[in-house]
């Protein structure tokens, strides 16, 4: 039977160059930023580049992190095949680069790649668009 459960999430926007790294999901196809689930005791940070090392090959010390931002609520609801459904609070830490590091799909990444922020991928995964606007809206305010 389908069960509601509530997560905790972190992921990593990582820029380069005016581009942002993106995995292509292997469960629904969709381009989303490099994260999943924190496990228990993991602080979130370290989760954040466990996740996006597991994901693309990149690793990032948790001092080349910053915030970007907590989401959570409706729109953050997933709903797997297997038909369990997740709210997710996702911790999302941004990290700019100075070169495009070369990366590769690995864990539940089908692809990676950096794309710029003007010409992103389809589909994006439902939360993605989320992150992407706090992104946008941090190198507004010169964060890149």
Request: proline share 6%.
């Amino acid at each position: 039977m389908p069960q509601l459960g509530l997560r905790v999430g972190a992921g990593v926007a990582v820029v380069a160059r005016g581009q942002v790294l993106l995995i292509r999901r292997h469960d629904n196809d969709c381009w989303d930023l490099p994260g999943g689930g924190v496990s228990a005791g993991e602080q979130v940070e370290a989760a954040a580049c466990r996740e996006l090392s597991e994901e693309t090959g990149l690793r990032l010390d948790v001092k080349n992190v910053t915030l970007l931002g907590v989401f959570s609520g409706l729109q953050h609801r997933h709903t797997y095949p297997d038909g369990n459904t997740v709210d997710w609070v996702t911790v999302v830490y941004h990290a700019p680069l100075n070169c495009t590091p070369a990366v590769r799909a690995g864990d539940d990444a089908a692809e990676a790649k950096f794309w710029p922020l003007d010409n992103l991928p389809q589909p994006l995964a439902t939360a993605a668009p989320f992150y992407l606007e706090a992104l946008s809206d941090a190198r507004g305010a010169s964060l890149e």
